[in-house]
């Protein structure tokens, strides 16, 4: 049996921004979005290539380190700068530090938040052998 995570719903204060800052500056797919009544809409966003999507809700609960694994860090933190995304440069790990500049293998990420503060990690995977 295989147990697959769909959907992470993630809270924000205003999904009508939210929703073009995934959309138009992220990139992430537009899916859905589905205003069942006054009270219920579903905003859903898919990452590029992804089998897991974002439900955008109304509410105050942050998540933090939301992690995307791409082929090419630099690609995605050039694509992200490109779209007005406020994107730290590359970073990797030293001794517990987040230091400037690329890592070994699994070791190279980029950072940024949403404008509610839900925080995501790019991480470059290394190439297949």
């Known amino acids: 049996m295989h147990w697959n995570l769909e959907v992470v719903?993630?809270?924000?204060a205003d999904v009508d921004r939210a929703k073009a800052f995934y959309d138009?500056?992220?990139?992430?797919?537009l899916d859905l979005d589905h205003r069942i009544s006054d009270d219920l809409r579903i905003v859903q966003l898919t990452?590029?290539?992804s089998a897991s999507s974002i439900q955008l809700k109304v509410g105050d609960t942050r998540l933090e380190g939301l992690?995307?694994?791409?082929d090419d860090v630099d690609a995605a933190r050039a694509e992200l700068a490109?779209?007005?995304?406020?994107?730290?440069p590359?970073?990797?790990?030293?001794d517990g530090v987040r230091l400037e500049g690329r890592g070994g293998d699994w070791n190279s990420f980029v950072f940024f938040a949403d404008p509610d503060?839900?925080?995501w990690v790019i991480q470059e995977r290394?190439?297949?052998a």
Do not use: K, Y
């Open 9 to 12: 719903p993630v809270s924000v």
């Open 47 to 49: 990452p590029p290539g």
């Open 24 to 29: 138009e500056q992220v990139g992430f797919h």
């Open 90 to 94: 590359v970073m990797h790990f030293e």
């Open 82 to 88: 490109e779209r007005g995304v406020d994107v730290t």
């Open 117 to 119: 503060g839900n925080s």
């Open 126 to 128: 290394p190439p297949a």
């Open 67 to 70: 992690q995307l694994v791409v």
